[in-house]
């Protein structure tokens, strides 16, 4: 007995998926490339070593060369936030070919640091440059001219708890200039902290000054 022959059904054919844009696959693959940064801790603060030099040492930052040699604390009896200051004294060059501020924050060109403050290290201080002209009492100038010529800095930070010892620790961060390109938002370089150098660190007498006003 002949066996009966089914006719041929046609099967469907899988859908065709359309393949993701090239822009949307870089920004997936960015944001899987922070994600894993920021499990590991990578952006973080973290105490790392530094190389040592003495007073005086002028410090390649990359951006701004520094160098350091003493400090003075005082309390300000009449401020509200962050009473204690220290000043510590040095002077800056800019070997560059523009004009250059002094960066300031968490990811700029120095950290102060006294394991008895509060807070033990910060990156926040005012620049006090110059005055170019001795003679002048007052000087507001906050940027570094591209003569490659040291010039007077103060670098002012400010504690809410700090007990004067005999030296105080400064440490200069060095820089590099990339351009932070993240989901393509900017390419156009700038100066940012190197992450992969070490910082220098400086520890320069501190004198404690009287007590002042402000």
Known sequence: MALATLPDVPTASPPLRRPLPGWLLAALAAVAVLAVVAALG?????????????????????????????????????????????????????PHDETLYPMSGDYGNLVGID?????????????????????????????????NQPMTLEAVFRFDEFT???????????????????????????????SFALPTAVVVPLTRLPDGDY
């Open 42 to 94: 990578g952006f973080q603060r973290r105490q790392v070593a530094a190389v040592s030099v003495e007073p005086g040492t002028e410090i390649d930052a990359r951006n701004l060369v520094f160098s350091f040699d003493s400090a003075t604390a005082q309390y300000l009896t009449e401020a509200t936030d962050q009473p204690w200051r220290v000043v510590v004294s040095g002077s800056v060059r800019n």
């Open 115 to 147: 394991p008895k403050a509060s807070p033990v290290a910060t990156g926040a201080w005012q620049p006090r440059l110059g005055p170019a002209d001795p003679e002048a009492s007052f000087n507001n100038r906050q940027m570094v001219p591209p003569d």
């Open 164 to 194: 004067p010892g005999d030296s105080f620790e400064v440490r200069v961060v060095p820089m590099e200039y990339t351009a932070n390109l993240v989901l393509g938002l900017s390419d156009r370089p700038h100066w940012n902290v190197d």
